[in-house]
């Protein structure tokens, strides 16, 4: 196992986890948006627990749901053959849990922000509920499709706690970035520590920078 | 004739509508702001919910107060849009163009246009989809009287060439009385009266047109120039109104509102006020403990009087009566 091992896996899961987030926090963030169900601020308060709740809580849960006497674990052995804890179909389905808001939120905020006279004349104009959608609300929150895209994919890829209850440390399996720079430094190997470390404070900073000035160029058009 | 048939209630507010309208030409939706005008033409629109089609199946084309453009598209792919889902062709694109100036904004970005550029493109837009009704709720409000000015001419032109029916919100009267053929009246969710336009101006017992929007739209043809003043003659007499508006054949709209009209019973030998017309006292309408309105006949059309009652009284004013209106002044409509 080379030293960027723990690099290619985390962004496999990243890729994975933001197309299924874009995928499911779509039609949610839409649904949140427009709402009037007094509903609205328990399902949302749901949606943003990732962010205040210690990975550990969130990685306990999600181990004895996904652990072979679990609800989603046992129906997973009973359609495979195999559990979904400490593999990468389990790694992913903690990591869309734990990057939810990073998805929803941005998304809904772009929602919001449409005017609903806009969609109004797009129907008027003869275009479909799911037509207008396409045509004019995915090209108007662009931005925010640019911001939950990037926001989830970084946030996937330094999750540290979640992976390591649900994903355990399994070298090429389930062992990301993050745990790799705790064996380091467990082991006092701080060298290979600095640079993995290194390595993602650089690529969250680029993300981050990326994400800003594009956002920043669409402001000023 | 198109029926509208719609009730809806909002939290205490209720709109019920049944009424039949011309299929062609504009109809006039007036009231005060609550009455439910807008609410009637989201109702029509399917943009009220409440079943039926769906918006998008509903072939109207909708322009909305504020000029509401997609941002993402340029003028041209504004414009597309709709054409791009019509169902039918039966409105030519380039004419529509053509009568609304938007031809040479084709390739503008949609956030350079003025306020009125962009709902002459919203309007184009909203014909380019072929439909069958156009809904327009007040369309001039959200403008500065400038752009108002600048715009009125283009809503003539759609008002004389436009092949498809249309329903005009305004609060109003000018804009009503200058664009539209039919009127309708809502109050508080009702239809408070609704007719040919010069019928219902006519009217003298309509409270949401006492006071300052009180008066009626006289059809005259402009036909001579003399002292900077143009002559119009009409069915029942000729007017002089300050200005030379272009001499024609047909028929232009004169209105003629009613705190500018009073009654005298003899022809007047000395007054300062050019026009003075022979008319028969038709109705006499108490319209609060001060005013009345009174309905004088001039033949064929009509004009409205807003008098005292106190000038009633002293007057010993009586239906049947002849007496002579003097017309103060005169807004030439186009």
Redesign the interface.
Known sequence: MSLYGPLWLPAQLAIVTTAILIGIGTPLAWWLARTETRWKPVVQSIVAMPIVLPPTVLGFYLLILLGPQGAIGSWWVSLTGDALTFTFAGLVIASCVYSLPFAVQPLQNAFEAL?R??L??????????L??FF??AV??SLRGFVSAAVLTFAHTLGEFGVVLMVGGNIPGETRVVSIAIFDHVESLQYASAHRLSLLLLAFAFIVLFVMFAINHRWRRR | MIRLQHKVRKDAFLLDVDIEIPDTGVTGVFGESGSGKTTLLRCIAGLEGGGGLPAHRRNVGFVFQQPTLFPHLDVRGNINFGEKRAASRRVDSQSVLDMLGVESLLDRSVDTLSGGEAQRVAIAAALARSPDIVLMDEPLASLDRKRKDELLPYFDRLHEELSVPAIYVSHDVEEISRLCDYLVILDEGHVAAHGSLFDVLSRVDIPQLAGRNAGVVLWAVPVDHEDGLTKFDFSDGDIWVPGEFELGRSPVRLRISASDVSIVRERPQQTTILNVLRATVEEIHRVDEARAMVRLGLGNQDLLAQVTNRSVRRFGLREGDRVFAQVKSVTVRR
Do not use: I, Y
């Open positions: 005017p006279q806009t109004e004349r797009a129907w008027t104009l003869g275009a479909s509920k037509d207008a045509s004019v090209p108007l």
